[in-house]
């Protein structure tokens, strides 16, 4: 099978796709579309900075002065518990 279904999203992700997390001023959501998996991190990036600042996440706050310029891309493939890849990101911590 090429696709995996993401249970939280109508639309299969292709195996090449990701799901994007983001955690920003204390909310989290994903972005609606899967994204390339190997896609840049600038991309990546100006992406969800676009979608916050637009405010197209789905349970998140429109913030038009969003900066997530210095924010920590973490990628992880598919498992047993998430059947997709996914990326997460976020703010930079004392611990990474």
């Known amino acids: 099978m ?7 999203q109508d639309q299969p992700i292709q195996n090449y796709e990701a799901r994007v997390n983001v955690t920003f001023g ?3 959501a994903d972005l ?3 994204v390339n998996f190997n896609a840049s991190d600038t991309d990546i ?3 969800v900075t676009e979608a916050v600042r637009g405010g197209s996440l ?3 706050r429109r913030n ?6 210095e924010y920590v891309i973490d990628r992880f493939n598919a498992n047993d518990q ?5 990326i997460q990101i976020r703010p930079k ?4």
């Open 45 to 47: 990036r100006q992406w």
């Open 82 to 86: 998430y059947p997709y890849n996914r």
């Open 26 to 28: 204390g909310q989290n």
């Open 58 to 60: 789905p349970g998140m």
């Open 2 to 8: 090429d696709n995996k279904h993401d249970e939280n």
């Open 64 to 69: 038009v002065g969003a900066d997530l310029s």
């Open 93 to 96: 911590t004392t611990f990474g």
């Open 32 to 34: 609606p579309d899967p």
